[in-house]
């Protein structure tokens, strides 16, 4: 199958988040398995110059956008198999940053339709589009409106995948005709609200919607999950499911990493206790044994950071170590900054988004810390997992599909979960991970126990097929 998998970020080119991870192994695993799997994504400003050399120019062509038309250049590029299509507009994608501008509609409005636009352009038809997220939300709006009468395109199917359902793309009125180029006659599509909705309008274009993790499948049919689209999602209910994300096994090995201070494997853990010893010097913090939690999130409330701030100092007192990276609301980095401040031996704060540091704290920790009060997937407590960091997570989408808890030892446990939003029954649970890390033959047991897990793309790329053949026939 022709599979053309369009999202706003992937690796390597481009990241800011988990959609990149995603986008840049699902591919990668469907050609494995035997696919012809492609990715499209913006040629930004900030990709790096020697991939940058490394793309061959295809074509370019006019994107209508509203009443006027763009340019658009189309490059290609390779990564081990897998193909990319990167889409150039230096008005729109040469900038620094990826998001956050003024005119974020009017440029993803720009990359949805270019999408479609390129298909008339290359020698490749895909069978399924596979959209991501709201940044690509119009590409099966737009495929039904202006292109699905045409012979290349009446045989498309489409899929839009929910990474995270808070961010929208919600919009007033005025860019339906100014900036989206909808004739009035299809604005109900659209509107959810009394807003412009672009998600919304996935919901209803596409031939499916799949989202990250099976739990966040039925969270977000909920209120209290699904941040005002509950009854959007509830009539489209029949053409929705969840499947989990995998991680590239190959790019977090413990056993090949070199961005680790030792490598390791469950055959021999040493190389970890070498990792966390380098990792406090790095850090500067007290030498010593006591467990290190590792925290690494966006600083915003649905990761749970309220939760963490209102029973951190009892987590100190009992004897727990703290290294956090992240960035985001300024109170709560003002809250970790002051924490640093209080406790210089045991307590390291880096604010920042920088990933060599990430990955050697998911290395070197004894545990991780993730008490999200949503979370469509998560890749942190997967990444934790295969080097022997012990999550610590509340039961939430795919948190709540990926750690069980190790408190029954039947239930084949691989970290320790809480169900209720509570900072206390949060610390409960991190007690019950101490208790067990101050007894190294059981905790040894549970680590080798958690690096054995399989977190790969293997079984969901299978989902994702059978997915795409349903639509294909
Ligand atoms: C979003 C979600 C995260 C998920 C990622 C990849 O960033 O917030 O939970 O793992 O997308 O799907």
């Known amino acids: 199958m022709n599979i053309l998998y369009a999202a706003s970020e992937a690796l390597p080119y481009i990241a800011s988040g988990g959609l990149a991870d995603v986008a840049g192994s699902l591919p990668a695993a469907l050609c494995k398995a035997g696919q012809d799997a492609r990715v499209v994504v913006p040629l930004y400003k900030s990709i ?9 120019f295809v074509c370019n062509f006019q994107v209508p956008v509203g009443w006027r038309q763009q340019y658009c250049g189309v490059f290609e590029g390779k990564i081990g198999t897998t193909t990319y299509y990167l889409i150039d507009n230096e008005y729109y994608f040469g900038r ?35 959209c991501n997220d709201w940044q690509t939300a119009l590409t099966p709006v737009y495929l039904q409106i202006f292109y699905k009468h045409l012979p290349q395109f009446e ?37 959810y ?44 209910q029949y053409k929705l499911t969840g499947f989990l994300n995998g991680i590239d096994v190959d790019l977090y090995n413990p056993e090949k ?50 939760l963490i701030r209102a029973v951190f100092e009892d987590m100190v007192a009992d004897g727990c170590k703290f290294v956090v990276l992240g960035s985001g609301d300024k109170m709560y980095e003002d809250f970790f900054r002051e924490m640093a401040y209080r406790y210089p031996d045991k307590v390291s704060v880096t604010i920042g988004f920088v990933p060599s540091l990430a990955k050697r704290i998911y290395a070197s920790a004894d545990m991780f810390l993730m008490p999200s009060q ?14 022997g960091t012990i999550p610590v997570v509340r039961e939430t989408g795919g948190l709540r599909d990926s750690i069980i808890d190790a408190g029954n030892p039947e239930a084949g446990g691989n970290g320790f979960t809480f169900k209720t939003y509570t900072a206390h029954d949060m610390l409960d649970a991190v007690r019950r991970a101490l208790a067990l890390y101050r007894d190294p033959k059981n905790w040894r047991n549970l680590m080798v126990f958690a690096m054995g897990c399989d977190n790969s793309w293997a079984k969901s790329a299978e989902l994702y097929q059978g997915l795409y053949r349903e639509l294909v026939g």
């Open 48 to 56: 790096k110059q020697e991939l940058r050399d490394s793309l061959r």
């Open 96 to 130: 620094d940053g990826v998001y956050g501008f003024y005119d974020d509609c009017e440029r993803f409005c720009f990359f949805s339709r270019a999408i479609l636009e390129m298909i008339g352009h290359i020698d490749w038809q895909p069978q399924v589009i596979n």
């Open 155 to 191: 045989n498309i199917k489409t899929v839009f995948t929910i990474h995270n359902i808070q961010y929208q793309g919600k919009y007033g009125t005025e860019v339906l005709s100014e900036v989206m180029g909808i004739p009035a006659y299809y604005n109900s599509l659209l509107m």
């Open 193 to 236: 609200d009394g807003c412009v909705n672009m998600m919304k309008a996935a919901f209803e274009s596409s031939d499916k919607i799949t989202t990250v993790s099976p739990s966040y499948a039925w969270e977000i049919l909920d209120p209290w999950y699904s941040h005002g689209l509950d009854r959007a999602l509830t009539n489209k």
């Open 257 to 306: 990493d070199p961005l680790i201070a030792k490598n390791f494997n469950t055959k021999d853990l040493s190389g970890k206790a070498e990792c966390k010893k380098a990792l406090i010097e790095e850090l500067k913090l007290a030498p010593g044994d006591e467990p290190i939690i590792g925290i690494v999130t966006r600083f915003v409330s649905h990761k749970g950071v309220d």
């Open 374 to 387: 949503s979370e469509p997937c998560g890749l942190a407590q997967m990444i934790s997992l295969r080097y």
